[in-house]
């Protein structure tokens, strides 16, 4: 079976607002070419077994916030010959949108809102057949995001409009707990060693007793107990969190203006132990998802609303180049989102 090396890497970016994935040359980022595909696509799993990726479309139309018809499909990606292989419907499933893959067990882990199916819940994948077996509800309407730990048991969906992250024991196929997170949650990552999972928010839907803007915060979860066992103060609001192949985390800040327009975002890097700060870095709007290279030399950091890439020297901070990916109207854009890296 083929797997998704290519002669030279390869970057993809997924634009919602262009309706495409971009092709970039993963060394010199001159760009390859664009791959068309269904209305809205989001994020990006890597079957390397497989050889194709695997891109979930939320919305036809619309945002988080104001969505306007909700998508059911995913779209499965041969990207060394650049076609869309498969459109797999998990209708009457909607809004898939956070994507896990369990490569050793052949499942693909996906996201959805409540619909005719149900309550929000983690539908379930067999990646041989493509064809959804279960359905694992998450006691959200919205989840969004997911993760799971190195040994494929625990799974952690976050919940942008709930006060808490959803615990999932997928070998039972149910939830389990709930971690608190009182202002809701954006991407959720999990560590090399599976011992730590990391979380921010955007706070888009809670705000503190008074009224006011939370504080920014990561909180770190123990994956054996399942309790937040430290807050690490961000100096903005944080959305995407990945963690380097070496355990450093990365998240990616999202500030705003006092009218509460977004301002360029930050990419903040924090040491594997201790969560010292090591590097700062500027990328576009509404930093979103967050992707590095194998060997965690540099990071992607796709800019929601400035429909930008960033390329990021993790050494020292440094800007190595920005992609144009589709800046479009900065009010409505979701020019930039999912990133896959192709060694």
Known sequence: MNDVRHERPVLVV??????ALRFFDGLTYEPLGDLPVVAQPHEIAVDEAAGVLYVSHTYRSGVYTDPGEKAHEISVVDPRA?????VVSLAPEVAPHGLALDQARGLLYVTVEA?????GAVA????????????????????HWFAITPDGTTGYATNKADPFISVLDLTERTLTGRIPAPYGTEEIAVS?????????GMALHHRTADGSAPPPTLLVVDTATHEVVAREPLTAPGCPVHVAADGRVLVGLAPTDAGGAPLDGRLTVLAADGLAPLADAPVGQVPITIRTTPDGARAFVAGLHSGTVHVVDLADGSVITVLEVDPGDPDTTQGAHGIAYLP
Not at 82 to 86: D, L, M, S, Y
Not at 115 to 119: D, I, K, L, R, S
């Open 115 to 119: 619909g005719p199916a149900g309550g």
């Open 124 to 143: 379930v994948i067999d990646t041989a057949t493509r064809r959804q077996i279960d359905r694992i509800e998450v006691g959200a309407r919205g989840p």
């Open 14 to 19: 997924v634009t919602s607002t262009g309706e």
């Open 192 to 200: 090399p060693d599976g011992r730590r999972a990391y979380a921010a």
């Open 82 to 86: 650049r076609k869309v292989v498969e």
